[in-house]
Structure formats: structure tokens, C-alpha cells
């Protein structure tokens, strides 16, 4: 597991800290000390997820059940400080990014009550806390005149009186920079870093208040138990002030032992690098996310290989899909363009291991992409409900993968022979190996591999945890794996992922009953649909044990709270029958919708072990 840091340069920065303070000590007392920190906690991982919008009861609950049983190290949370309240533009997502005050009292996710309480149930999970931090900017000229803030702060767009709830500390306009108009050329350094991005008031970062108000809301989070923080269109700090401030934080992390992560928003370009900010932090390598969305949008497998030639090195990295800005302005790839491609993107990030990896989890809209999530009609976002409401969740679409990343951490990558420029294998030393197919036709072949020989979860069709798998078991024999690859989809085998066969008995490479030996066949049915309230999914098929294309009397599918959108069921078969089958959606009204395409078909082939699981995904 990596060892997280306050950047790339920590120990220089450590040493320069003290100087540093003294230079820009603020006039104040300092503040007290943190409380007495709980024993350390470890984390499941290192994968992020960022759970856009979501309450903070939602996300406690998300860290329970699915995100620390499967391997996910952190959650990247919302800005949870005061934020303007806009009703007459519908409660946009983005008015999250507008500041009013540092409080974290009331915001559309909840109080400060239930922020803490997500914290530590996290903690208690195995699952750090990110918080989105905004250092650039407070709140922009669309805002005018809509206040008070969502904490009752009553604010103007220069004019932040009571920024900690004590009356006694705020910005006036001396506090902002003197540009006071937006970013007019994009090539000029300056104006990039002291004028207004679209709007937004431009904090003096370089000002000893600033930056100490700053660093107090960040000290307050750190206080709580948050672990780390992405920052904000850090672009537009000058990297200098981003360090000032990290001088300014707790060293250690209450509850686990470690120094607060950082992560810095920084698109590259010509004018202004990335590598100008990983002396103070990570950064998130928007080069990667256009080259990854790029070639699994075109089916260009092949090209990953050299994904990461010319990048910011992968011990200074971020790596995702797809975040909430590029959903909506550079859609190359997200769940709303091909959700299959897209899910097979974010699975390859997690198997690959450039960087510290982020995926993406949030929710659908109609029309306008400054629509806000799921809400009361004050503006309040409602709980999460995965594949419900408009609800998306495309990281329980992942299944298992986070555990694969935990598993192959720090072995490095060997490519296998493909199939044209669609399909791709890999070695993650002889930790992991996995492969992908961008094609509409499953994919079967036998590679050599590293993995010692032995039986294996596949964590990309299913997951393990508590020491049991629910996907299929492929066995390793004699250096050697032979898979079958779904269509617009992955499989995935590790280590720390020990499958079992069916008959324990006959377990173990060449092991299990002779090829015809079983008088019946388990047929498992793996299908992914999303789905809404009330919808069940059924296998319906050509044979009377699939209801003879009758839905009412097909097999009935089921699903969970933690395993939602993947759905299952099971029959025996007599060994070699053959038969075609669909997936149906069924109505609470009875009314049904039948998956595109032609019939899917399938033999009852026992194999090793009498059992014969069909992964499928909704078209």
C-alpha cells in the first residue's frame, strides 16, 4: 500500500515548514491543539471514489456495505463548507463551489453532526475521507443578491463577514485580488492566477489572513478525522501560496497516523504545467483521462500501452476515467455515451496502476448538465438509492476490481499477445492478471501467465469478500489460464483472491470430475441492468425451465443492496442441453421490455465442475 504524503518534495517541505511559519506567522493565538487522536485506523486501499453530491449519511452507509468489504481506500466528498443556496437556477450542482463561509453547520448533504458521523463510521470501515476544497475563490457575480448561505451567513460577492461562525474573522475586498474581472487571456500566467474564473471572487492566496483562514477550516476537517483534500482549480493558486497553506496544517491525521493526502486540480497546458505543483501535492494528470476515454470510446485497445508516455509520473499522479466537470464538457466517455465502454475503462484504471486511481460514481439528468442530484424541493439532496431516481452508482459496476488494484500494488505491467486492436491482456507481475475485450462477442483464449497455479475469484464479474467469491473461478495450471472474456468486458484474477470449485474434492490445477461426468449442470444467470423501483429482471428463454419465452414463467432474477445493478439466479440443467435466451424487465403493472438484440445461446457444459455461469450485460 502506498504511503500517503503531503507531497513529492515532503522532506524538504518539512524542513522549510518552520522558517516558513515564522515568516508568515498570523497575529493571532495559535490555534489549540487538536483532541486526543483515536488509535490508528488502516485503510482498505488506495483507490478513491468519488461519490458526487451524495448526503453524508449516504456515504456512511456506501462505506459499510460495499466500499470497505471491496477494497476502496477513500471517498471523495462534496465541498462540505457554506455554500450559496440558488433556487431561481434550480440548485445546480456547481452552486456547491461557491463559498460563503467556512462553516460546515448546514449544506444540501447535511449537518455537521452527520458529517462527523460519516467520518468515523468510514474510519471504522477502513475508508478515508477526501474533502473537495476550495482555495481559490469564494462565491460569483451569478449570485448576487440570493443570499444568506445555506448556514443563514449573510454575504456580497467581495464581502465575507463571519467566515467561522464566530463573527470575529472574514474577507473584505482587500482580501481578493485587484484583477476584480475575468480570465480574458488563457496564454498569460498572471491573469490565470490572479483574475476571475467565470465569475468568482479571487481569494489573495498570497495574503498571511487568507491563508490563515484557509488553513484553519482545513485544520478544523483534519481535526474531525478527513484524511486528505483535493483542491480546487489549484491551477489558479500560484503554486508557492498552495505550499504556504500546506505549511500551515496538522501534521498527522487523527485516527490514521498519517499525514493529510493531497491532491491538487491542475489542467495542464501550455501555459501552466502540472509539474509546477507536485513539489506541494499529487495532481490530477488530465492527459491520461482524455487518452484513457479516448481509446476505449474507439475500441483502440492496443493503444493503452503507451497510455502513459510523456505523463507526470505516476508517484505525482491522480488517474481517472471521467470527472464531474468532463461528464459534462468534454463527454468522450461517461455513463450517458456507453456505459459498457465506460465500465471497462474504469475497470482497466484499476488493474493498470498508473497513479493513485479515482472513479467516478454520481447521477443521471435530463437536458441541462448544471442540473443538481436528486432533491427536495428546497433543494436537499435526497438520499442514495442506487438505480433508482436518477441514482447512476457506476462504481458498484466494478464489482471486485478495487481488490485487484490492493493486490498487484507496485508490480509492474506485461502485456500479452491480444486479438486485434479490441482485446488486451496483462500480467500485473505474479500478482494479477486480467484481461478486456471491446468487442460484442465474448472473447476465449488461454494465456501464459505468472500467477501461480491454483484456483482464482474473477473480481471483474463479481466479488470476494469475507473470504467468499461471487463471480466465476478460473484455475491456473501449469503457468497457463484459459478465460472466457464477456462482451464489453473484463476479467480479473489476483492473489488475494483465492476461488474454490464447485466440488472440493476435485479442486486444484487438473483436478475436478472428467468432462461428462455430471448428470446435471448449475447454471448460474450473471446479468448487469439497472433498473427502477419495482422493476424485476427475468431469464426467459426457449426451454420450459426458462418459461418457454413466457416471462411470467421465466427465472426471476435477484439483487441487493450491495450487489444492485448486478442481478442472478440459478437452475439445474440436464449436462448438454442446449437452449437461446433474452433478459426481460418486468413492471409492477406486469408490463415487460425485452432487451435489444438477437437471442443470446448457451450449452449446459458441466466442465471440471458441473456448473456453468453465464455473465451477461443489459442491451
Known amino acids: 500500500m502506498k504511503t500517503r504524503r503531503l507531497g513529492s518534495a515532503a522532506a524538504a517541505l518539512a524542513l522549510a515548514a518552520g522558517a516558513l511559519a515564522a515568516a508568515t506567522a498570523p497575529a493571532q493565538a495559535a490555534p489549540a491543539p487538536p483532541p486526543a487522536e483515536p488509535a490508528a485506523a488502516t485503510a482498505a486501499g488506495d483507490t478513491i471514489v468519488h461519490l458526487f453530491q451524495w448526503r453524508w449519511e449516504s456515504v456512511a452507509q456506501e462505506c459499510e456495505e460495499f466500499l470497505g468489504p471491496n477494497g476502496y481506500g477513500a471517498v471523495q466528498v ?49 475508508v478515508k475521507i477526501y474533502v473537495d476544497a476550495i482555495l481559490n475563490h469564494m462565491s460569483g457575480t451569478g449570485s448576487i443578491g440570493s443570499g444568506p448561505g445555506s448556514a443563514g451567513t449573510v454575504y456580497g460577492k467581495y464581502s465575507y463577514p463571519d467566515l467561522h461562525g464566530d463573527g470575529a474573522h472574514g474577507y473584505g475586498r482587500q482580501d481578493f485580488n485587484d484583477c476584480g474581472r475575468d480570465i480574458a487571456n488563457w496564454n498569460d500566467r498572471w491573469e490565470v492566477r490572479n483574475c476571475e474564473l467565470v465569475g468568482l471572487s479571487d481569494l489573495e492566496t498570497g495574503s498571511t489572513h487568507v491563508r490563515d483562514r484557509i488553513a484553519r477550516y482545513l485544520n478544523g476537517l483534519i481535526d474531525m478525522g478527513v484524511a486528505g483534500f483535493r483542491y480546487d482549480a489549484a491551477k489558479h493558486v500560484p503554486p508557492a501560496d498552495v505550499q504556504a497553506i500546506n505549511s500551515r496544517l496538522r501534521a498527522t491525521v487523527p485516527g490514521w497516523g498519517q499525514a493529510p493526502y493531497i491532491y491538487q486540480e491542475v489542467i495542464g497546458d501550455a501555459t501552466i504545467s502540472p509539474n509546477e505543483y507536485t513539489p506541494a501535492g499529487d495532481v490530477t494528470e488530465f492527459e491520461f483521462q482524455r487518452r484513457i476515454s479516448a481509446r476505449f470510446a474507439e475500441g483502440n485497445l492496443q493503444g493503452l500501452r503507451t497510455i502513459t508516455d510523456g505523463l507526470v509520473a505516476g508517484g505525482s499522479a491522480t488517474a481517472f476515467v471521467v470527472n464531474h466537470d468532463t461528464q459534462r464538457s468534454h463527454p468522450t466517455l461517461t455513463h450517458r455515451t456507453d456505459r459498457d465502454r465506460y465500465d471497462l475503462a474504469q475497470a482497466f484504471l484499476l488493474a493498470y496502476g498508473y497513479g493513485t486511481p479515482k472513479v467516478m460514481s454520481s447521477y443521471d439528468w435530463t437536458g441541462d448538465p448544471k442540473t443538481g442530484p436528486p432533491a427536495e424541493s428546497d433543494g436537499t439532496t435526497r438520499p442514495t438509492t442506487c438505480g433508482r431516481g436518477r441514482w447512476v452508482c457506476e462504481h458498484r459496476a466494478l464489482n471486485g476490481m478495487p481488490t485487484f488494484a490492493n493486490a498487484v500494488e507496485g508490480q509492474d505491467v506485461r502485456w500479452k499477445d491480444g486479438d486485434g486492436s479490441a482485446r488486451v491482456a496483462l500480467d500485473r507481475g505474479a500478482a494479477g492478471f486480467a484481461a478486456f475485450n471491446a468487442t460484442g462477442t465474448a472473447w476465449t483464449a488461454a494465456f501464459p501467465t505468472s500467477l501461480p497455479d491454483g484456483d482464482y475469484c474473477d473480481v471483474a464479474n463479481g466479488t470476494f469478500t469475507g473470504g467468499t467469491c461471487d463471480g466465476d473461478v478460473y484455475t491456473v495450471a501449469d503457468g497457463s489460464v484459459a478465460v472466457e472474456v464477456p462482451a464489453e468486458g473484463a476479467v480479473a484474477l489476483h492473489v488475494e483472491a483465492p476461488g474454490e470449485c464447485a466440488d472440493p474434492d476435485g479442486c486444484g490445477p487438473g483436478g475436478g470430475p472428467d468432462p461428462g461426468d455430471c448428470a446435471t449442470v448449475d447454471v448460474g444467470f450473471r446479468a448487469e441492468a439497472t433498473t427502477w423501483y419495482g422493476q424485476e429482471v427475468y431469464a426467459v428463454g426457449s426451454i420450459p425451465q426458462l418459461g418457454s419465452w413466457d416471462p411470467q414463467r421465466g427465472l426471476r432474477l435477484t439483487t441487493g443492496e450491495g450487489s444492485y445493478p448486478r442481478w442472478s439466479g440459478d437452475l439445474a440443467l440436464p449436462d448438454g442441453t442446449a437452449f437461446e435466451y433474452k433478459y426481460v424487465k418486468v413492471d409492477p403493472d406486469g408490463g415487460v421490455e425485452w432487451e435489444s438484440g438477437g437471442n443470446r445461446s448457451a450449452t449446459a457444459d458441466g466442465g471440471d465442475d458441473c456448473a456453468h455461469v453465464l455473465t451477461d450485460r443489459w442491451r
Do not use: K
Open 78 to 126: 462534496s465541498p462540505p463548507q457554506e455554500h450559496v443556496v440558488l433556487p431561481g437556477e434550480g440548485f445546480p450542482w456547481w452552486q456547491d463551489y461557491q463559498p460563503v463561509s467556512y462553516r460546515i453547520d448546514d449544506t444540501r448533504r447535511g449537518t455537521a453532526a452527520d458529517f462527523q458521523d460519516m467520518v468515523d463510521r468510514c474510519r471504522d470501515s477502513g
